[in-house]
């Protein structure tokens, strides 16, 4: 079974929450809003450019958008053996980290 | 949406930049997502500086990420068992470029890696135990900018003085005849060394014991240390040598041990005994020059003992700064001091650099070929890249394949290289005995990386260049196989230096080996078979001799006075039917002189105005020896001995060339001095001989003078003994009258008259098969280029060619078009080369006597260069002319 690392675990979700609007720019603001991280768009696409080898991703090129003079983004889409190293990833972290989170928030406030 | 003109950020240089640092598939994507993301947040309300200055981050940023990734850093491509099969299959199915590579590659490669070899070899290390200890002292003198022996007071002082060191030792080579039973006499090679140095080499001795500090006490019995050939060749492995009375001289040893064997130190020495110089015996900074080494003590570092060797002789130096000022103590490799080759790295880099600039040479030729091949493999590239190979597989495909053949070549080369060097064994036998030119790890691993070089240059490079841009795209649109493909300046420039290297080489090799194997005559009328000729000298031993030899006119009288005893005693000789005396004898190679003639002008040369002479010095039953009448005028006699400005005889050869047949009786000459204050003495001349051997090659140019010999006045003297017998059979005889004479006097290099030009041919033969090597790699690697390169046009150009036979062009039109280019290349090499070998040969040869009659060689080679290169291009020009003009269109090429 593969496994992930953490950005790409982030990139992945990412990837599975925009659905068919999986490109880029909508990745690197999603991970800016809702994980707090700023990633360059370089880091985004060669960690996708990675996973798309690996056949957990696939990507094609979209139609024409006109905010980019003409030219098409590239899509990004979850593949089965990329979700299924995805749910891996998160029943791991489940099973490890299940019922600790007020025992890690103790902590976190040095108590 | 469209991004208004203002929010497009401004950093379009750095936007530039960092374009080229993302370079990639989507380098695209990122630039466009970048300017995306700016207009978002210039429209969310964000200051255009800051959306600016995110932009320029997001920039950064991704060209860092990018450049960390494997996106335009081609992943190294994987060897397969496949591509080595293929690069055997594509070296058989190529035979012609793979032998042209592999002959050539065979040959270079061997030459570069010689000087690591030579150099190895040399620096050893000696076969001691921590040899890397072991140092030598060694003086740099600072005013001649060369090394300089220590006198045994240096030793002396250096030993008490020195703390760096464990303990120090002395060595000096000394050669004597030993005298074996029935007074037979033979010259041996050893050394005078302390005792001391046995105990810093760690050697046992074999039988008995070794030196002792007690024998070197003045008046302590004269003892000898033997070595290990020496006693079983010798004394036949005698177990009882120890104690045994041996004479080496004039002094009677007793033997009192036997080295190991193998042990030889310091070079090639077969005899041991105590160092007889004691400083006490000398002035400073005088007596015999000695090689002074040590061990240095655990922990202490070389620099350390530098430093300290330095502050020892800095306090000498200022006791004694009329000798010792512009000394200065360094410790150096002992390996570096006894042979007198200062072997480092540093020094060696020069020939390094020559020998690895020839490979690279002899590589790029062979590239050319690579390349030409590459370019009619076209076709199967770009399939082969369709496929999904990539660029760098591709090379690296065509430099496993160049690589093979680089291995077998450099194996090849190996060993033919170790065939050779039997050549060499009559030399090795005098070499430093751990001298091991014998293939060993370290040659293997220096072949192998010369090997990898080769085949960058040769295989990788051609490939590269095959293979760069979209070449497969230019085929298409081009038509034409490997239209795309040019052959450039520096190809074209290879070509012509390696025609020019070609004719240059060969007309050196055919004018020194031509000599080599033309007849070496010492004269017709000379029964050169009849006479025994060697060298005699006195080898100065003990201070007493040495305080003598200091005297020059005291040693003269000496060794004059043996000379004369030497004379009388084979005069009286039965057999024996003549003597005489010479400093050069007939069919050596006699030193050149300038003269000027009295009245007779001369050419200039190197600024000299006058005539170049050769010119020996003989006794005065020279002549009467070699039953030489005088053709004019009279030879010489007891007054030209006394007299100081006595007559002088010169040849037949001199009176042609320098006299234009003019009477040479009376004329006057002297020799030309480069400087005006050292004018010398009018010599007349007195009488008038033949040509005896003064150019043994070409007697014509031998022009020569001959001044008489008093005896001493020559040392060493060559002696020339004609017997009744065969000569060579009386060399035992003539030992022995040598050593009743004085048993110190020794004989070098006793041959026959007619054989004491074997080292000329020696040294005629071996610099032909050098030359005719190299000329041989250029002579191949020239035709091979050429032809590649017009079989490469012919194949270019077939369309073109099929139009002009269409259109009506003649075949020496057809022939002119294909071989313009490679014939202006051949008649330019063959103009450079026999340019350069016009220049270089008679600078080489210079005075030599094997200078004869180049510059006509040079131009037969330079003929024959332009043929062979013409029937290079023959095969691709009857090609090109069998091109049918329907096939040519249709298949485009």
């Known amino acids: 079974m593969e496994t992930l690392g953490n950005f790409e675990?982030?990139?992945?979700?990412?990837?599975?929450?925009?659905?068919?609007?999986?490109?880029?720019?909508?990745?690197?603001?999603?991970?800016?809003?809702?994980?707090?991280?700023?990633?360059?768009?370089?880091?985004?696409?060669?960690?996708?450019?990675?996973?798309?080898?690996?056949?957990?991703?696939?990507?094609?090129?979209?139609?024409?958008?006109?905010?980019?003079?003409?030219?098409?983004?590239?899509?990004?889409?979850?593949?089965?053996?990329?979700?299924?190293?995805?749910?891996?990833?998160?029943?791991?972290?489940?099973?490890?980290?299940?019922?600790?989170?007020?025992?890690?928030?103790?902590?976190?406030?040095?108590? | 949406m469209r991004i208004p003109r203002r929010s497009r950020p401004r950093g379009t240089l750095a936007s530039r930049f960092a374009h080229w640092l993302v370079r990639g598939p989507d380098a695209r994507v990122i630039m466009d997502d970048l300017e995306e993301l700016f207009a978002r947040d210039v429209e969310r309300g964000m200051p255009q500086w800051r959306a600016r200055v995110r932009y320029l981050r997001n920039l950064l940023g991704s060209a860092y990420s990018v450049s960390r990734t494997r996106w335009h850093?081609?992943?190294?491509?994987?060897?397969?068992?496949?591509?080595?099969?293929?690069?055997?299959?594509?070296?058989?199915?190529?035979?012609?470029?793979?032998?042209?590579?592999?002959?050539?590659?065979?040959?270079?490669?061997?030459?570069?890696?010689?000087?690591?070899?030579?150099?190895?070899?040399?620096?050893?290390?000696?076969?001691?135990?921590?040899?890397?200890?072991?140092?030598?002292?060694?003086?740099?003198?600072?005013?001649?900018?060369?090394?300089?022996?220590?006198?045994?007071?240096?030793?002396?002082?250096?030993?008490?003085?020195?703390?760096?060191?464990?303990?120090?030792?002395?060595?000096?080579?000394?050669?004597?005849?030993?005298?074996?039973?029935?007074?037979?006499?033979?010259?041996?090679?050893?050394?005078?060394?302390?005792?001391?140095?046995?105990?810093?080499?760690?050697?046992?001795?074999?039988?008995?014991?070794?030196?002792?500090?007690?024998?070197?006490?003045?008046?302590?019995?004269?003892?000898?240390?033997?070595?290990?050939?020496?006693?079983?060749?010798?004394?036949?492995?005698?177990?009882?040598?120890?104690?045994?009375?041996?004479?080496?001289?004039?002094?009677?040893?007793?033997?009192?041990?036997?080295?190991?064997?193998?042990?030889?130190?310091?070079?090639?020495?077969?005899?041991?005994?105590?160092?007889?110089?004691?400083?006490?015996?000398?002035?400073?900074?005088?007596?015999?020059?000695?090689?002074?080494?040590?061990?240095?003590?655990?922990g202490v570092r070389t620099d350390a003992a530098q430093a300290e060797v330095a502050a020892v002789t800095a306090r000498t130096a200022a006791d004694h700064p009329e000798t010792d000022a512009h000394l200065r103590a360094e410790v150096r490799p002992i390996t570096h001091v006894l042979t007198g080759l200062r072997a480092d790295y540093r020094t060696a880099a020069p020939m390094y650099a020559m020998t690895l600039l020839l490979l690279a040479v002899t590589c790029g030729n062979v590239g050319t070929l690579v390349l030409a091949r590459v370019a009619s493999r076209s076709e199967e590239i770009a399939v082969r890249s369709a496929l999904g190979a990539s660029r760098s597989h591709i090379v690296m495909q065509q430099f496993v394949e160049t690589l093979l053949l680089a291995g077998a070549a450099a194996a090849i080369g190996l060993g033919l290289a170790q065939v050779a060097l039997r050549w060499f064994d009559p030399f090795l036998a005098s070499a430093p005995f751990w001298f091991d030119l014998g293939v060993r790890p370290y040659t293997i691993a220096v072949a192998?990386?010369?090997?990898?070089?080769?085949?960058?240059?040769?295989?990788?490079?051609?490939?590269?260049k095959a293979t760069r841009r979209n070449v497969y795209g230019d085929l298409r649109r081009a038509g034409g196989s490997g239209a795309a493909l040019r052959f450039g300046g520096v190809t074209t420039l290879l070509i012509i230096a390696e025609v020019a290297v070609a004719v240059a080489c060969l007309s050196g090799a055919v004018t020194v080996a031509g000599s080599a194997f033309s007849e070496f005559s010492v004269g017709d009328d000379i029964a050169a078979d009849e006479y025994l000729a060697a060298r005699i000298r006195l080898p100065a031993v003990g201070p007493t001799d040495e305080a003598a030899a200091a005297t020059a006119d005291a040693f003269s009288e000496r060794f004059g006075a043996l000379q004369e005893e030497v004379s009388r005693r084979l005069s009286a000789e039965p057999g024996v039917r003549a003597v005489a005396f010479a400093t050069v004898l007939p069919g050596m190679d006699h030193p050149v002189r300038w003269i000027e003639v009295e009245g007779v002008h001369g050419a200039t040369s190197g600024g000299v105005d006058g005539h170049r002479i050769r010119t020996t010095r003989v006794d005065v039953t020279f002549f009467d020896a070699l039953e030489q009448p005088m053709l004019a005028g009279r030879g010489f006699d007891a007054s030209d001995l006394s007299a100081e400005t006595g007559g002088i005889l010169v040849n037949r050869a001199f009176v042609e060339r320098v006299l234009g047949g003019l009477n040479p009786i009376g004329r006057r000459v002297r020799y030309v001095q480069r400087s005006d204050t050292l004018a010398s003495p009018w010599l007349e001349i007195v009488g008038l001989v033949d040509d005896l051997g003064m150019n043994p090659v070409d007697p014509a140019r031998g022009a020569g003078i001959y001044h008489p010999l008093p005896p001493g006045e020559a040392h060493p003297v060559h002696i020339l003994v004609r017997t009744g017998g065969p000569p060579i059979d009386f060399i035992p005889r003539l030992r022995e009258i040598l050593t009743a004479v004085e048993p110190a006097l020794l004989l070098d290099n006793p041959s026959r008259l007619d054989d004491v030009f074997s080292e000329l041919r020696w040294e005629a033969r071996f610099g032909g098969f050098a030359f005719t090597l190299v000329a041989a790699i250029a002579i191949v690697l020239s035709a091979a280029g050429l032809y590649a390169l017009m079989a490469f046009t012919v194949s270019q150009r077939t369309r073109e060619i099929g139009v002009r036979t269409a259109l009506g062009a003649r075949p020496v039109q057809i022939a002119g078009v294909v071989a313009r280019r490679a014939a202006l290349q051949l008649v330019a090499g063959v103009v450079a080369g026999a340019a350069l070998g016009a220049v270089l040969v008679p600078e080489m040869l210079n005075d030599s006597i094997l200078a004869t009659n180049w510059p006509a060689k040079v131009a037969a080679i330079a003929t024959l260069m332009v043929l062979i290169g013409l029937l290079a291009c023959a095969g691709p020009t009857l090609r090109a002319l069998a091109i049918q003009p329907g096939e040519a269109l249709r298949d485009g090429g």
């Open chain 1, 9 to 111: 675990q982030l990139l992945l979700f990412s990837v599975l929450r925009l659905g068919e609007e999986a490109h880029g720019v909508a990745i690197r603001e999603m991970l800016e809003e809702r994980a707090g991280r700023v990633a360059s768009s370089g880091a985004i696409y060669t960690t996708l450019s990675r996973l798309e080898e690996r056949a957990l991703v696939a990507s094609w090129m979209g139609e024409p958008t006109p905010g980019r003079a003409g030219r098409p983004r590239r899509h990004y889409r979850l593949e089965p053996a990329g979700a299924r190293a995805l749910m891996e990833s998160y029943r791991t972290l489940e099973a490890i980290a299940g019922g600790q989170i007020g025992k890690l928030s103790e902590l976190a406030a040095g108590k």
């Open chain 2, 73 to 298: 850093r081609p992943r190294a491509p994987r060897l397969s068992v496949l591509d080595v099969k293929l690069a055997v299959r594509t070296l058989l199915k190529h035979p012609g470029v793979t032998l042209v590579g592999c002959f050539a590659l065979a040959i270079g490669i061997p030459v570069g890696l010689a000087p690591f070899h030579l150099l190895s070899a040399i620096n050893g290390p000696l076969p001691f135990d921590e040899a890397d200890r072991i140092v030598a002292i060694e003086y740099l003198d600072v005013r001649a900018s060369d090394s300089r022996s220590p006198a045994v007071h240096d030793y002396e002082v250096w030993r008490e003085s020195l703390t760096a060191f464990e303990d120090l030792a002395a060595v000096r080579t000394t050669v004597q005849n030993l005298v074996l039973a029935g007074d037979r006499a033979e010259v041996v090679r050893g050394s005078e060394i302390t005792a001391s140095a046995f105990g810093i080499l760690r050697v046992r001795p074999y039988v008995g014991r070794m030196l002792l500090e007690a024998d070197e006490t003045p008046g302590s019995v004269p003892v000898v240390v033997l070595g290990h050939d020496l006693w079983r060749t010798r004394f036949g492995a005698d177990p009882e040598i120890v104690g045994t009375a041996v004479r080496f001289g004039a002094t009677e040893r007793t033997v009192v041990g036997v080295m190991p064997p193998g042990f030889m130190f310091p070079i090639r020495d077969n005899f041991w005994v105590p160092l007889a110089a004691r400083a006490m015996d000398y002035e400073w900074r005088s007596g015999p020059a000695v090689k002074v080494f040590g061990r240095l003590r655990d």
């Open chain 2, 448 to 464: 192998a990386c010369l090997a990898v070089f080769s085949a960058t240059i040769a295989g990788a490079v051609p490939a590269l």
